[in-house]
């Protein structure tokens, strides 16, 4: 219990290893209903590693993983999803030939933990899900293009809409402001402003501090495999190994004056 409360996620030394590297290195994290974490950390830190171990995408080589009462460690990335972790991907992770609404039915539909099969039928409720997701993220006037004719904003959005598509409690937003402008980014600070708004608990990498520290309630900077820090946004910058190894001198000015003057352009 953290806070009193029963955790949603619970990560006790998660280790993955490829080969004689371990991307991560004895992991531990937990998430309480509610939060927002943000995950930060230099380039090759094992953040985005421990993202996919969390979500199924590649099993863990050691430790144990605890969602909302059922142990995932080990399950692959369909029943972790049923289970109600979505994710979105660094890069565009859609099918770029089909539309922005068959992207989001693919989703909700492999979300549910009863399909209909052999035919891949959509049920009313699949599409209200699509719909509502479409709703949400502001895709809906563009649910009939196709996914190769959107700008970047618009496939961060629909990454996210597929996500929230599954009806999941907790999301995993890796790098959601990769290459935005700032006010594409305050457009995406907003959307995830209303989702925790809406209940939804939110595990997020970011480099861009401004995103990452707005948003978070809490913050953990990973290095070489391992969390160096783990404290409130405004003391990130106050931390001379997070200094030493990620933000540099800049950087830590910079947030300085936006925790005294609520601006920064980190
Ligand atoms: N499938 C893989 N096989 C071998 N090494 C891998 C694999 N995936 C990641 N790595 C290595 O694991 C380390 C951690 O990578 P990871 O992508 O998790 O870091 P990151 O903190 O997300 O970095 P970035 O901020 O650049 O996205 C890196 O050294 C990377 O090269």
Do not use: W
Not at 114 to 123: A, E, H, M, Q, V
């Amino acid at each position: 219990m953290e806070n009193g409360r029963t955790p949603l996620l619970e990560c006790e030394n998660v280790v993955k290893r490829f080969g004689s590297l371990s991307a991560v290195d004895g992991m531990s994290l937990t998430v309480t209903p509610g939060e927002i974490v943000g995950i930060g950390g230099p380039n090759g830190a094992g953040k985005t590693t421990f993202f996919d171990v969390v979500t199924g995408v590649t099993p863990a080589t050691e430790g144990r993983i605890v969602f909302d009462g059922h142990d995932i460690s080990g399950l692959g990335a369909d029943r972790i999803c049923q289970y109600g972790i979505a994710r979105t991907f660094q890069l565009n992770a859609a099918f770029e030939s089909l539309t922005v609404r068959e992207n989001i039915d693919i989703a909700a539909y492999f979300g549910r933990s009863r399909r209909t099969i052999p035919g891949l039928k959509l049920g009313k409720d699949v599409r209200e899900q699509t719909d509502e997701a479409l709703a949400f993220v502001g895709l809906a006037d563009k649910a009939d293009a196709t996914v190769a004719q959107l700008p970047v904003l618009d496939r961060k959005l629909l990454m996210i809409a597929g996500a929230i598509a599954t009806k999941p409690k907790l999301l995993f937003l890796d790098e959601p402001v990769g290459g935005l402008n700032t006010t594409e980014i305050d457009h995406i600070i907003g959307l995830v402003e209303r989702l925790k708004a809406g209940g939804l608990t939110v595990v997020l990498i970011e480099h861009v501090m401004r995103f990452l520290l707005a948003l978070s309630s809490r913050v953990l900077i990973m290095h070489h495999g391992k969390k160096i820090f783990e404290g409130l946004p405004n003391e990130v910058a106050e931390d001379a190994v997070v200094v030493e190894t990620y933000l540099g001198e800049g950087t830590r000015k910079r947030l300085k004056t936006f925790f005294s003057e609520g601006e920064v352009q980190a």
